[in-house]
Every structure is written in C-alpha cells, then in structure tokens.
C-alpha cells in the first residue's frame, strides 16, 4: 500500500473518530431535549412531574409499599392463556416467583375476605370463617344488625360493569400471596416469539385502530412509524389517551428492565445495575428513529392518569370507617396515616389531567365508546395470562389490575362523592387487591421516572469521558 494511501486511510479514520466523538457527546443532549416540554393532551409539563415526583411523591410511596399492607399481593399465575398455546420460557433462574409461605403472611391479610380493610368488615361475623374470627377476636357485638346488612348487600353488590380488570379469584386454590419486596420486578431474560405475540397482541388487536395501519413494534420498520402517528393525531381523545396509557405501560416495565439488568453473574452471585446499552436500544431517538422519546412522553402520561386517580380516591379512605387491617393495630394506624399523606401530595398537584375531557359528547355515543374502552382493557389484562415469564406475568398483571382499578376511579366520581362516612357503599367499592395493585402500580411509574432521571446523569457522564 502506498504511503498516499495510508495517509488518506488514516485521514479518514481520525475523521470517524471526531464524528463518533461527536455523536456520543450530541446524544444526551438529543434524549433530553426530546423529552421535555408540554405533553400533549394536557396541560403540564415534564419537568414538573419530575420536581414533584422526586421531592414529593417518591420517597414516600417507596415507603409505603415497604408497609406489610402493600408488600403482600394474592395472585393467580396458573390461569392459562385464554387466547394461545403459551410455549414461552424465561433463559435464567430469576424468572422465578417465589410464593410467600403462610407462616410469614400477616394473620389479619390471610384470615380475610378480599374486602379486608374495612373495620365493619372486620367485625362483621357473616362474612368470617367462625375460626377466623375466634381467632382474631372480629366480632363486635356493639355492631348495629342495620350495619351487617349494609355491609353484606354491599359485599354482594356485583360491580362487574365498572372492572376494567379481570381480576383473579383469591380464593381460588391456585391463588398465592406473593412477597412483592422478595420478588422485584427486573429484566429475566424473557423474550423472542413468545413476548412478541404478547405486546403485538395488545397493540394490534385491541388498541383502537383499523387492521391496515400498523403500530411500530419494530422502530425499524420502513414508513410504518409516522403514518401511524400521522393517523393517531387523527383520532378523538379517548382512542388516543387508551393508546398513550398502553405505550407508557409499556415504557415504564422496559424502564425497570433496563435499570434492574443482569450485568453478570460470579461464583453463583448475580450482580444487578442499569445497562446503557439496553436503555439506549429501547430509548435513544436514532436508534428508535424518533420512536423511544414518544415511549417515554407516554410514561409521564400514564402517570398524570394515575396520579389524578389517586387524588380523586382520596375521600374514600379518609373515611373514619377505613382501616388498612394486617392485625397490626399500630402499624395499621401508621400505613393509613403515610396513605394519606401522599394522598394530600396528589391533591396538592397543580397541573391535573382533566378526564371529564373525555366521553364528553352525546350521551349514548359516548357510554358506548367508554364500554368499547373499558372491554379493550379488560382484554388486555386477560393477555397478561399468557405471559410465559412468571415474574414477567406477576408484575404485568399488577400494573394492569393497577392502571384497570384507577380507571374504574376516574369513571366513578359520583359514586365516590356519595360515599357514606360510617358504612359501606353499595355504589363504589375496592378491594384489598385492587388496593395493593393501585399503589403498587403507581409506586412503579413513580420509580420509572426516578430512574429515567437516573439515566440522563449517566448519559451526561459518558459524554464528558468522551469529551
């Protein structure tokens, strides 16, 4: 080879390497500068989400979920997929769900019925096994007969209509408590056909949308993306708010996977921590072609939905009637008195989403169109039965039982407002797992954030070593 040639050759190479330099120290800045702003269909911006989340939301509603209340989940995962054969399998060990023994659940959470958070119902004989409630000392003979049969029309009262769930029957012999705090959600390993048929499913066959415009499951798939967007823009509120929440579900549980990787494994001992590579494949704007900024606005979204729940739940439990039983009468007390706290901090948020917005118009196309929302939905949480993963389908059912329960809230305001301050109600009603579900959730889009914030100081760290 010529020395010219060498010369040029080497030229060449310098040059690629000030343009990678270049690109990498231009990337975050391109990830920030494309998350930010005001998001659409609402009036707030991210970067108050972030302020409030961090400072306000945060440190509390990771402490609450810490609470024996919220750490305990009853689920199924044995049901089988209602839709397909399910051949999927995780490739590690940590796929894994560890079920929580008897002996370690709180005797006042597994003597219950699934409506065990209230005091009436802790004392209502009805509805207790004799055992139980000679166990736990429930019965108060000071109880009014007219309180028992309120509570028990109310504990009959089929809400089915309002569920955008399909909830797991607790006292299927199937159903396990689960240690959410031993069992974290993080990535496993699943993925391949099998995870593909189920968020392809979800996205193509129950979102709104006609068959021949095609969600960008795949980012590099050729023209597909905008004409899809171009087409969403097209459609009313709701069709487009039920899109955002399914892809801001979607971001959030790739964020945690993302932060909470495999990075290697020595002598038996898993080492876990954020991979930038991971978090810049599902994420970084080129390498999405524009698709991962969207993914991630869609988060902020999903949880100023969450968020508005949350603050308009609130007079439900600050009913004197509500306890958050576990047996604990102390911690009992302290759980409900942090519960409210953060409820405060919701209601204090200025910047609300405003879901009257939403099936607004004439009445009979819009209750057909909200039945139409809510059907979608519940198929969706039927779709988390056939997640091959079992750690994977433990939190996908959670965090759609979640975001299902505080729809059901946004869509019950009246109901809510009518509530009676000492008995139950037969118009709205929660019970102890939509409960756990419903802060649980919320707990993972509030990490998310946190976490995405995370993210961003790593990628200004990478820039500055390469500068």
Same mark, same amino acid.
């Given at each position: 080879?010529?020395?010219?040639?060498?010369?040029?050759?080497?030229?060449?190479?310098?040059?690629?390497?000030?343009?990678?330099?270049?690109?990498?120290?231009?990337?975050?800045?391109?990830?920030?500068?494309?998350?930010?702003?005001?998001?659409?269909?609402?009036?707030?911006?991210?970067?108050?989400?972030?302020?409030?989340?961090?400072?306000?939301?945060?440190?509390?509603?990771?402490?609450?979920?810490?609470?024996?209340?919220?750490?305990?989940?009853?689920?199924?995962?044995?049901?089988?997929?209602?839709?397909?054969?399910?051949?999927?399998?995780?490739?590690?060990?940590?796929?894994?769900?560890?079920? +929580?023994? $008897?002996?370690?659940?709180?005797?006042?959470?597994?003597?219950?019925?699934?409506?065990?958070? &209230?005091?009436?119902? *802790?004392?209502?004989?009805? &509805?207790?096994?004799?055992?139980?409630?000679?166990?736990?000392?429930?019965?108060?003979?000071?109880?009014?007969?007219?309180?028992?049969?309120?509570?028990?029309?109310?504990?009959?009262?089929?809400?089915?209509?309002?569920?955008?769930?399909? !909830?797991?029957?607790?006292?299927?012999?199937?159903?396990?408590?689960?240690?959410?705090?031993?069992?974290?959600?993080?990535?496993?390993?699943?993925?391949?056909?099998?995870?593909?048929?189920?968020?392809?499913?979800?996205?193509?066959?129950?979102?709104?949308?006609?068959?021949?415009?095609?969600?960008?499951?795949?980012?590099?798939?050729?023209? #597909?993306?905008?004409?899809?967007?171009?087409?969403? $823009?097209?459609?009313?509120?709701?069709?487009?708010?039920?899109?955002?929440?399914?892809?801001?579900?979607?971001?959030?549980? *790739?964020?945690?996977?993302?932060?909470?990787?495999?990075?290697? $494994?020595?002598?038996?001992?898993?080492?876990?921590?954020?991979?930038?590579? $991971?978090?810049?494949?599902?994420?970084?704007?080129?390498?999405?072609?524009?698709?991962?900024?969207?993914?991630?606005?869609?988060?902020?979204?999903?949880? &100023?939905?969450?968020? #508005?729940?949350?603050?308009?739940?609130?007079?439900?439990?600050?009913?004197?009637?509500?306890?958050?039983?576990?047996?604990?009468?102390?911690?009992?007390?302290?759980?409900?008195?942090?519960?409210? *706290?953060?409820?405060?901090?919701?209601?204090?948020?200025?910047?609300?989403?405003?879901?009257?917005?939403?099936?607004?118009g004439d009445k009979k196309g819009a209750k057909s169109l909200k039945e139409e929302f809510r059907l979608h939905f519940k198929n969706i949480s039927r779709i988390m039965d056939c997640v091959g993963c079992d750690k994977c389908r433990l939190w996908g059912k959670l965090q759609t039982q979640g975001l299902g329960t505080a729809l059901k809230i946004l869509f019950s305001e009246k109901e809510i407002q009518k509530l009676p301050e000492n008995s139950p109600s037969k118009g709205f009603q929660l019970t102890r797992q939509e409960i756990?579900?419903?802060?649980?959730?919320?707990?993972? &889009?509030?990490?998310?954030?946190?976490?995405?914030?995370?993210?961003?100081?790593? !990628?200004?760290?990478?820039? +500055?070593?390469?500068?």
């Amino acid at each position: 080879m010529s020395r010219g040639v060498r010369r040029a050759g080497a030229g060449q190479g310098a040059a690629a390497a000030v343009q990678l330099l270049v690109t990498l120290s231009f990337l975050p800045s391109v990830v920030e500068a494309q998350v930010t702003g005001v998001l659409d269909d609402c009036l707030c911006d991210i970067d108050s989400i972030d302020n409030f989340n961090t400072f306000k939301i945060f440190p509390k509603i990771k402490k609450l979920q810490e609470r024996d209340y919220f750490r305990y989940y009853k689920v199924n995962l044995k049901r089988p997929c209602p839709f397909w054969a399910e051949d999927g399998h995780c490739s590690i060990k940590d796929c894994h769900v560890e079920p +929580c023994p $008897e002996s370690k659940i709180p005797v006042g959470i597994k003597a219950g019925s699934s409506n065990k958070y &209230l005091k009436v119902a *802790n004392n209502t004989k009805e &509805l207790e096994d004799c055992e139980q409630a000679n166990k736990l000392g429930a019965i108060n003979s000071t109880l009014s007969n007219q309180s028992k049969e309120a509570f028990i029309d109310w504990a009959r009262y089929d809400d089915s209509q309002d569920h955008f769930c399909e !909830l797991d029957d607790e006292r299927s012999p199937a159903a396990q408590y689960v240690d959410l705090l031993l069992n974290p959600e993080r990535y496993t390993g699943y993925k391949g056909p099998s995870a593909w048929r189920v968020w392809n499913s979800i996205y193509e066959e129950n979102c709104f949308k006609p068959r021949s415009v095609y969600r960008p499951l795949n980012p590099l798939a050729p023209s #597909r993306g905008e004409s899809f967007y171009t087409w969403l $823009e097209g459609l009313c509120l709701e069709k487009r708010v039920f899109y955002k929440l399914i892809s801001g579900l979607h971001a959030s549980i *790739n964020l945690h996977l993302c932060a909470n990787y495999l990075l290697e $494994e020595t002598w038996g001992k898993p080492s876990w921590g954020p991979n930038m590579k $991971e978090f810049k494949r599902r994420f970084d704007p080129v390498e999405t072609k524009g698709e991962g900024p969207r993914r991630l606005k869609n988060l902020y979204f999903l949880y &100023l939905i969450e968020l #508005r729940a949350l603050s308009k739940v609130a007079p439900y439990f600050e009913r004197s009637i509500v306890d958050l039983y576990t047996g604990n009468v102390e911690e009992d007390a302290d759980t409900k008195t942090l519960l409210l *706290n953060i409820f405060q901090d919701t209601k204090s948020f200025p910047m609300h989403f405003d879901e009257k917005s939403m099936f607004a118009g004439d009445k009979k196309g819009a209750k057909s169109l909200k039945e139409e929302f809510r059907l979608h939905f519940k198929n969706i949480s039927r779709i988390m039965d056939c997640v091959g993963c079992d750690k994977c389908r433990l939190w996908g059912k959670l965090q759609t039982q979640g975001l299902g329960t505080a729809l059901k809230i946004l869509f019950s305001e009246k109901e809510i407002q009518k509530l009676p301050e000492n008995s139950p109600s037969k118009g709205f009603q929660l019970t102890r797992q939509e409960i756990v579900a419903l802060l649980n959730a919320f707990g993972r &889009l509030s990490t998310s954030i946190r976490e995405l914030q995370n993210f961003k100081v790593l !990628l200004q760290h990478s820039r +500055c070593h390469c500068i």
